[in-house]
């Protein structure tokens, strides 16, 4: 599958190239306005869509896959039309998806960004997207950003997909990956002659658009797709399996364990509403904690603790403050007389929150030193 636009320089080209290798393509005239039509006559028999005026390459792949899938295929190669991929490096992908257990599979091309001919933005750019692509699903990728790719066709087509240019590649691999889709990098050659190479990337609008694009994914990464995972691994395995192998048998030592079992219980208690979860990922991975750790422990703050947590917060904060206040659990619980006293509240939850992520954080590192040592004992019998 091959979108064009205003890429008359190179176009024939890769068409030759590809038809060398298969019969099967699909191009997308993006409402080029160069002699991009003239060429495509010269090519007969190649299924042809010509739009009427430039949307965004996110658009004409769209276009490209709808057309794809109503011809019975399973996958779409896209390759760009521009010149710096090789045709010859469909066999990788072919050979991947030959030797793949799973049929759920994106490959993405991944190119030797440290060649000299490589464009510095190009390079930060690719680093910038890999990052938040980890962040959003993680999986760590190589490159996110090459066009050239091996797509599912059957795991898109009732998706309904936002955006309509460049930012499109990176919204379709994260939706897909959130839907089970295995995400993966393939070696592939790459050009960069820029004597010939039109890019249509315009700096800002379109690293704008993509930064918007991260910042909603991540969002609702945060508030939807992780906690919605991690529900998942806990039914799928069952809560005595997962704690026992995800919890307290994975790899992180007893001291980083320990310091996630506190960030989630001081961010479960202190006065976060509304932002608890979002905290709990963004900052668990901003210190490399266990996410898993951080956010069954952040749920401490159950609807049925609520009122104790409220009232000892209460409790500490009028110690602290010296003031006087009248109050009881039902106070609490019927009335919330505590909102009257809002200051000695948050200074009083603030200290619980983080006397009682000290107290678990300590018992927690004893506990998981004294079952490791148990554990190395039993197996060693």
Not at 8 to 20: F, H, Q
Not at 130 to 145: A, R
Not at 262 to 273: S, T
Request: aromatic share 14%.
């Amino acid at each position: 599958m091959v979108p064009t636009y205003n890429n008359a320089g190179t176009l024939k080209r890769v068409l030759d190239s590809i038809l060398e290798r298969t019969t099967s393509i699909i191009v997308i005239n993006d409402g080029a306005t160069d002699n991009t039509a003239a060429i495509l006559k010269e090519y007969p028999t190649l299924q042809q869509i010509h739009l009427p005026e430039n949307k965004g390459k996110g658009n004409a792949l769209q276009v490209g896959f709808k057309a794809a899938i109503s011809h019975g295929y399973d996958y779409a190669i896209t390759i760009d039309s521009d010149g710096q991929h090789f045709p010859e490096d469909l066999s990788v992908f072919l050979d991947e998806l030959q030797a793949e257990e799973s049929p759920n599979v994106l490959y993405i091309g991944s190119r030797n960004m440290q060649q000299e001919d490589v464009p510095g933005k190009s390079s930060f750019g690719n680093k910038f997207s890999n990052f938040w692509f980890w962040f959003e699903t993680g999986t760590k990728l190589q490159d996110t950003q090459c066009g050239y790719r091996l797509y599912p066709l059957k795991q898109l087509k009732d998706l309904k997909f936002y955006t309509p240019k460049f930012e499109f590649e990176i919204e379709i691999i994260v939706r897909l990956a959130w839907n089970g889709t295995l995400v993966k990098n393939v070696p592939v050659r790459i050009l960069y002659d820029e004597t010939e190479r039109v890019s249509h990337f315009r700096t800002v609008p379109d690293f704008a658009r993509i930064s918007v694009l991260n910042t909603w994914l991540v969002i609702v990464a945060i508030i939807y797709i992780k906690p919605r995972n991690f529900i998942r691994k806990i039914k799928k395995k069952g809560f005595k399996k997962f704690l026992l192998e995800d919890l307290l048998r994975s790899d992180d030592k007893p001291k980083t364990k320990a310091l996630s079992i506190a960030l989630g219980v001081f961010l479960g208690i202190a006065p976060f509403w509304g932002f608890q979860t979002i905290l709990v990922f963004a900052l668990a991975a901003l210190f490399g904690l266990n996410k898993a750790i951080t956010f069954a422990f952040s749920n401490i703050s159950l609807p049925p603790l609520i009122p104790f947590i409220i009232f000892f917060s209460l409790k500490i904060g009028a110690m602290i403050t010296g003031e006087e206040i009248s109050f009881s659990m039902e106070n609490i619980t019927e009335k919330f007389d505590f909102l009257q006293n809002l200051k000695t509240y948050l200074i009083g939850s603030f200290i619980l929150a983080s006397l009682s992520a000290l107290f678990f954080g300590i018992v927690g590192y004893i506990s998981l030193i004294f079952f490791g040592k148990k554990k190395m004992v039993v197996d060693n019998g």
